[in-house]
């Protein structure tokens, strides 16, 4: 297959928004995993991800007519993915006892969270011992591989704070007294 065969996005969503079907499905089969996985990276609940990526390509698909294409149509998703999140969580009485609920539904059948080993349930405590700006901006570079400039995009702020926020989630997490806060 040569590149013709793979339009760019910028194609897709200017068909996708005319009303072509196979466009916005080139485009759902495109993203659905990445944003699943960004959605499971912030709730660490399988049936959470996927609730939350069904709305927001429910939300994409409504509101793709009115894309401006002023961003990339990635950054675009992933900041309707972050206010999917961000709704999401708020709706938890207490967010830092989200692992416990699904690992529990998980032992009663409920649900099917994958088993992680210890270092990466440490790790997972560790990003979500992180004030919450800190934390978004940890995610989309270090989990989703965004650039500096992309999350940037997403969390409406410049490059620059981008690059500020992790250097002050490595200073949170060097804290010695970190361990006893959380």
Known sequence: MDDSDFPDDGVLVRKAAGGCEASFRCLFDRYYEEIRNFAYQRCHCV???????????????????????QSSFRSWLYK??????????????????KIEICEREAADGGGSAPQA????????????????????????????????????????????????????????LRRPERSTES
């Open 80 to 97: 309707i993915a972050l206010n999917q999140i961000r709704d999401h969580l708020r709706g938890r009485i207490r967010y830092n006892r």
């Open 117 to 172: 080993p210890d270092a990466l349930l440490r790790a997972i405590e560790l990003v979500e011992s992180l004030p919450e700006s800190l934390r978004e901006a940890v995610v989309l570079v270090c989990a989703q591989g965004l650039s500096h400039g992309e999350a940037a995009v997403i969390l409406g702020c410049a490059e620059g704070t981008v690059s500020w926020k992790l250097s002050e989630a490595r200073r949170f």
């Open 47 to 69: 049936d959470s991800a996927g609730d939350i990526t069904q709305a927001v390509f429910i939300k994409v698909a409504s509101s793709l007519p009115r894309f401006r294409h």
